[in-house]
Nanobody
Framework: QVQLVESGGGLVQPGGSLSVSCAAS????????MGWYRQAPGKQREWVAS???????NYADSVKGRFTISRDNAKNTVYLQMNSLKPEDTAVYYC?????????WGQGTQVTVSS
C-alpha cells in the first residue's frame, strides 16, 4: 500500500504564491507518475499537473506558466509551486501517485485565494 500526505496549503491573496508538497511512503516502485489534482466546491476533480519518475512534466492549460511541479525521488516527494494565483485556483488540492500496482490519493490540502 501507498500513503500520501499533503502539506502546505493555506490562504493567499490574488497574485501571490504558495507551495504544496506531498510525501509518499509504502510500496513505491521506481517507475511511477506523481501528480496534482484539485476540486473546487461544486465542481468535479480536475487534473492540474503531473511528473514522471524520469522528470517529464505536463500541465493543464489553466495553470501552464504559473505552476511548476517538481519531485525529489530520494524523498518520494512531489512539490507544486503556484505563482500568480487567481481566485479560481481556490480548491482542495490532492496528490496522486500512479504505478503499475495501482493509483493512490492523498487526503487533500485546502488552497484559498482571496483578498
Amino acid at each position: 500500500q501507498v500513503q500520501l500526505v499533503e502539506s502546505g496549503g493555506g490562504l493567499v491573496q490574488p497574485g501571490g504564491s504558495l507551495s504544496v508538497s506531498c510525501a509518499a511512503s509504502g510500496s513505491i516502485y521506481s517507475f511511477n507518475t506523481m501528480g496534482w489534482y484539485r476540486q473546487a466546491p461544486g465542481k468535479q476533480r480536475e487534473w492540474v499537473a503531473s511528473i514522471t519518475s524520469a522528470g517529464s512534466t505536463n500541465y493543464a492549460d489553466s495553470v501552464k506558466g504559473r505552476f511548476t511541479i517538481s519531485r525529489d525521488n530520494a524523498k518520494n516527494t512531489v512539490y507544486l509551486q503556484m505563482n500568480s494565483l487567481k481566485p479560481e485556483d481556490t480548491a482542495v488540492y490532492y496528490c496522486n501517485l500512479l504505478q503499475f500496482s495501482g493509483m493512490s490519493w492523498g487526503q487533500g490540502t485546502q488552497v484559498t485565494v482571496s483578498s
